[in-house]
């Protein structure tokens, strides 16, 4: 198995160009869906999606950065993807077993597999699974699968002026982004800290395979502040559903016992 | 590959599938080649639109992105809250007949055999909504062609199956003469273990998932469903308008399905509301509305059903409003569970206040 590969997305570099969105679209062959505006400062992608697999987040904050020196606004930008988490919701829940862990560790949905169960999309604790009405099954980055069999990077990481988007082994990728954040908080940002980039930073997720720095709160960009792969609680639901199935059963024979013979 | 896109000339568009790509040009062979894109908009990206529509604007309040939901919202319409009705009733149906083939059965012959086929035409009814509800129907039996416990939909078409099959068995073979008269005995008690599963795994489903409504009534989700498929077992017996011991033995199991139903639902109300904002889509809206209306159908199938000294038309009534109680139940639960996907603050407050990950921190025996 070769050794796990993930995106390092570096917030603090992206300008919003948008070019993962476009690389992604066209590397992948993925339909637009369509044309929308949104109203929301530049983003009319607005959500990840069947056919949206890069998605980059506009953010419009009445504060300034902490190195601002001007004005009293700032924007933030992040180009949002599939985690390909560690635990990953959608392959736990998969009934058909189309979702699988590469040899890259990424979470791969196999499009001759899939039955369009939906499951998996209320499974992914980050909204990032999704059908497409007209194809019916269920869609997201494969974090280019194709490609990373032919030793090439990510459309998108290829695709990124700034290397916002890092594509690479995961251990560098995290060691990088370590020194990354020290190196912001030297500069004047203590804000900057890194999201999921192992099980203790999130461990509801085990660690994201696509961790990201950021300099607001999660929630800001639309992320989840403590995300948790639904199957790590079902074991409540499937206690409750065996006192419901016991419960059922007594009264059922409490019923015959009861409401039996008597003529 | 499935689409062919052709231009007249490199200006004018003749048919596009939203990809752009002129295949004289080029190859369509990318990972995503084949996904099927008939026209250029998205159904569920455009019913989020309405959602946006309300209030894009500038941050107010709790941080959150431009009121954008974060998660994506069930995609499961009509035929998932009535297969929760059907494959409920299915199941209960057979726990019943299970209890019924107990001990001295010969006055309850009519009443097994109605729940044997209750629950034979209940599975097969119920395997269709859910064949139905599939983006690839053809593609059902990749279902059944893996086994994989941590998937509780895999688990459900396995009990789905198994329901069915030992129903199917129960039917054909109990009553006979002969040894094959054991096997459909034994036949019956398994359906109605399956059934047991049938009845209350759907609860499982529904809350194993991020939705934060649903997440947060984990613990209720599947006794509501289990004690409202014993509801719509009573109601739909005071349909069939059964009598004598048939008729005691439905009232009893109906009712006391009932009474615990009506429980799960205002103890499900207090789950939800831990963090009032998951909570919401219970009381506020379309899905709040619902909701009550299921739980004042219940109460009244309840009542009506109590009255002493029943007419025909009394338990029509009681049987009527018992059914529609059940039946909306469902429906409104999944009402909740879109609701509470769109609101993104839903999910952000829940876990701020502790119920995401932290949750199961706390609970070291997980
Ligand atoms: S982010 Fe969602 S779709 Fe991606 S691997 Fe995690 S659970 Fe699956
Ligand atoms: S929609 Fe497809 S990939 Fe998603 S859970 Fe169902 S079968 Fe698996």
Redesign the pocket.
Known sequence: MAASKGFFTDTTLCIGCKACEVACKQWNQLPDDGFLFSGMSYDNTVHLGGSTWRHVAFVERPVPLNTQTDGAFSWLFSSDVCKHCARAG?LE????G??IRTEFGSVY?QPDV???????IVSCPFGVIN?REEDG??WKCTLCYDRLRDDLVPACAKACPTESIQFGDLDELRAHAKERVEQLHERGMPEAYLYGASADDQPGTEGLNAFFLLVDKPEVYNLPPDPVAPAKKVKDAWLAAGAAAAGMALAAVGAVFFGGHRA | MSTTVRYKNSVERVYTDGRDIDTEAGDLTGEAADQRASGSTDKHLKEQMQVWRQAPGPRTGDPAYYNVPMLNEPVWEWAIPTYYYVGGLTGAALVLGAASQMGDAGGRKELIRRCHWIGLIGAGISGGLLIYDL?VPSRFFNMLRVFRPTSVMNMGAWILTGAGGTAFLAVVLRGRENRFGAAGEIAGYLAGMFGAGLATYTGVLTANTAVPVWQASRRVLPILFGTSAMSSVGALFELLGGKGEERRLTKIFGTAGQIAEFAASVAMEKQASVVPRVGRPLKKGLSGFVWRAAMTLTAAGLVLGLIPKPTRRRRLAAGIAGTLGSALMRASVEHIGTASARDARASFQQQRAGYGAAEIARQPNQ
Not at chain 1, 93 to 96: G, H, I, N
Not at chain 1, 114 to 119: A, L, Q, R, V
Request: proline letters at 5%; hydrophobic letters at 20%.
């Open positions: 959608c829940s998969c009934p058909t189309a979702i949905v899939c039955n369009g169960c939906g499951y998996c059908r099954r269920a | 983006g």
